[in-house]
């Protein structure tokens, strides 16, 4: 009887509050430390280095997977104050997060294919539905009896999140008039083209002469090289590679869902601190905010290093160490309210009996 209490014991104190509130905190130190020390590239040939690249996943799943367990625990257990769905919702997006990363991963690092869209896509998406969902009922179940500052407050970081995420999902013709990106390429063209058609005017190409055989050769020549080399680059099956081109024509749309969802959760996160705020479970929900406020940094910077970085972008940047500390501060969220949840039951149970 005593060792089995002394085993029940010990595995409480090792998932207690306080030990999975330091492991994520050391969690999030490490990963900081692993982007600031290795993220600048080798050179601009060889970029980052594979092993760099796999351990910016490790950190990233392993926080996402954590954290989906975390939700999942205060899900299964009937004394939640926010509710189970609430946590079943968060706990579902951070499993999406989860496996969508290693389904990227395996595309990014074993494929070495770098799709616009891919199997992952799926995932991400959903964990956006699930998330939104979650937050939603959350938002819901508290009623919002905000002040005419908060409701400013709301109204500001709503508009700040839409037109930062305008500029980011603009098309190259916006920017391009709104002066935000150069038209270097634009003018090259229209002024090389005129003279183009005049040389060949003037001295037109013999059919059947020689240098243009030659150079019929090179040029087909050169237009086979490339495919030789992306065949040669790549590991990927042809499978792969047929879905990559069937699933391409959707990337501008799944972008734009992506840069939506971002911002209705960082009004939802808004709402939720303004709402919980100065309540007994505002530590957690602050928790909460600040993960969805992560996320919305690094998901910006990784859509705007893909869209305005002209090709320059490499998985593993400094700014993504945001999706490592928005997976744990949910976790660290989900910690905190099943800690309060409970005490307050065990507390309620005392004074009965007393």
Known sequence: MSSTSEKSSTSASLLSAQTLVIIGIVW???ALLFFLLFSVPLSQEEGLPLWYSIGTYVFECGAYLGAAIVCFRNWKSPHMASGR???????????????AGVLFGIWE???????????????????Y??????????????????????????SA????????????????????????????TQEVVTETAPDSTKSTAKAPAL???????????????????PEETEAA????????????????????????????????????ATALLLAFWGGRFSQSWRMIAAATFSLYIADMYFKWRDTQAEGSYQSGSLLEVFFVFSAILF????????????????????????
């Not at 930062?164 to 709104?178: F, G, H, K, N, T």
């Not at 790549?234 to 971002?262: C, E, H, R």
């Not at 976790?331 to 007393?354: F, K, M, P």
């Open 157 to 184: 970081i709503a508009a700040l999140g839409i037109v930062i995420a305008i500029w980011v999902a603009a098309p190259d013709s916006w920017r391009a008039q709104l002066g935000l990106a150069p038209a270097s």
């Open 233 to 268: 680059e790549t590991k990927a099956p042809g499978w792969v590679m047929a879905l990559d081109k069937q699933l391409s024509p959707y990337a501008y749309a799944i972008n734009l869902f992506y840069i939506v969802g971002d911002v209705f959760l960082l009004i939802i």
């Open 207 to 225: 059919k059947n002469s020689s240098t243009s055989q030659a150079k019929g050769a090179t040029s087909s020549v050169a237009k086979s090289a």
């Open 331 to 354: 976790g660290i969220g989900a910690v905190l309210e099943h800690d309060i949840s409970t005490r307050s039951r065990q507390s309620r149970r005392s004074r009965r009996a007393a």
């Open 109 to 127: 690092l074993y494929f070495e294919v770098s799709p616009d869209v891919s199997p992952a896509d799926a995932f991400y998406l959903g964990s």
């Open 85 to 99: 769905n609430v946590w079943l919702g968060i706990g579902l997006g951070m499993l999406f997060y989860f496996i």
């Open 129 to 154: 539905v699930v998330l939104i969902g979650g937050m939603v009922i959350a938002v819901t179940s508290k009623r919002l009896n905000l002040e005419i500052w908060q409701w400013g407050l709301l």
């Open 28 to 30: 999030a130190v490490m």
